[in-house]
Each structure stands twice: as C-alpha cells, then as structure tokens.
C-alpha cells in the first residue's frame, strides 16, 4: 500500500501545481483533473474510503469522490488520459524524491492546520492518516487555533 501523501504530490508534481490549491476551493480546470486522478489513485491503492478521499482532498461529501471516480473511469477508455494516468503510476513506484518530501506534507493539510477547532474533521483525518503505513502524524491538538494566535485568512 503506497501513502496517500506520496501519490498526492506526485500528482501535484506531474501537473505542475502546489498542494494548497488542490487543497483549496477552486473549480478550475487545472486543479479539478489532477484532484480526480488523485482521488483515483488513492481509491485504487490505498484502503481509503470515498469519506477518507473527500477529507484528505479538503471536501465535505463522499458524492464527490463517487463523481471523480466516475468521470476518471470514464476517461480512462480514451488513449491519452490513460497513458497520463499510467505514467504517474510509474512515478509512483519509482520517485524517491517525491517519498522522501512526502513525510512534511501531512503538517501542511489545512484542517490538520486548524486543529480541533475543525473537530470533527481534524480528528478524523488524522485517524485516517494514523492507520496508514509510514510517517507519524502529530496528534498533539497544537494547530494555530490552540496556540493563542489568530489563524490567517487569504482575504
């Protein structure tokens, strides 16, 4: 089973793009595609449940993850989108540099960031992310809504 942290900025990786704004809330184009093969390849080599994908991707309903899935299989029939797919499986298993970056990436997850103050959420994911082989999560309830400062806002 590969950490879904290491498929996650492989994905980031093959399309150019930063964690944060798949992360975010944008429907643009350029981060929807590499959100759905993300979920797509987590789907399909993690133990992670659609509930699981949606939280770790930074959304709230397992529908979501249903309609990726869909849409990723569907494309996965036309040549280039297949290709596309399976050569960012082959860096999967071949990138040492993007495995060696991936332990860092969990302490940049947004609701990991806020802390409990995203109870539910922050509490889950790091359940998740704790069952998961390789590097431990922080469980200590420190994120900035804890330590006293304001959290930052991009207004």
């Not at 994911?125 to 999560?137: F, I, M, Y």
Request: a negative charge.
């Amino acid at each position: 089973m590969i950490h879904p942290d290491h498929i996650f900025l492989t994905v980031c990786y093959a399309f150019w793009v930063e964690p944060e704004e798949i992360w975010g809330p944008s429907r643009n184009i350029m981060l929807s595609e590499p959100r759905k093969i993300t979920a797509y390849l987590l789907r399909k080599h993690t133990e992670m449940t659609l509930s699981d994908i949606t939280l770790y991707l930074n959304r709230s309903d397992h529908t979501t993850c249903i309609y990726w899935l869909r849409t990723v299989e569907e494309k996965l029939r036309g040549g280039i989108y297949r290709s596309l797919v399976s050569k960012i499986e082959e860096n999967l298993l071949s990138d040492e540099e993007t495995l060696s970056k991936a332990s860092d990436l969990c302490r940049r997850h947004p609701v990991l960031q806020e802390g409990p103050r995203h109870s539910r959420n922050w509490h889950r994911l790091q359940w998740v992310l704790q069952r998961l082989p390789g590097e431990e999560v922080p469980i200590s309830g420190a994120g900035p809504a804890e330590s006293g400062r304001p959290i930052e806002t991009n207004n």
